[in-house]
């Protein structure tokens, strides 16, 4: 079964950086695309930036400039590196990875930024 774990989240003040891992039980060139989502408190999820299996990032706009998505293929982890975090970036943020015609999620990991 393939398995995507995320870890790195936790408190964070306003300004701050904080690097949240997503780590595969396989290859990540296994993925046409990995992305991370996010679901703030009582809010839909949301998109927050993906890397194809090319390298190609895209970022939501209110990201962009601030977060940023890099991978280290061997081992099998695809980052994502918060700067200049807001009390808005709070949320869970999950790893979502296109397999075939599935899609493979992790468990999320919670970020809270305090002002």
């Known amino acids: 079964q393939v398995r995507l774990v995320e870890s790195g989240g936790g408190d964070v003040q306003f300004g701050g950086s904080l690097r949240l891992s997503c780590t595969s039980s396989?290859?990540?060139?296994?993925?046409?695309?990995v992305a991370w989502y996010r679901q703030p408190p009582a809010k839909e999820r949301e998109f927050v930036a993906r890397?194809?299996?090319?390298?190609?990032?895209d970022y939501a706009d209110f990201v962009k400039g601030r977060f940023s998505m890099s991978r280290d293929i061997a081992k099998n982890t695809v980052y994502l590196q918060m700067n200049n975090v807001t009390p808005e970036d709070t949320a869970v943020y999950y790893c979502?990875?296109?397999?075939?015609?599935?899609?493979?999620r992790g468990q999320g990991t919670q970020v809270t930024v305090s002002s």
């Open positions: 890397i194809t299996a090319g390298g190609t990032t």
């Open positions: 396989i290859s990540i060139f296994s993925f046409k695309v």
């Open positions: 979502d990875a296109g397999l075939g015609a599935s899609v493979v």
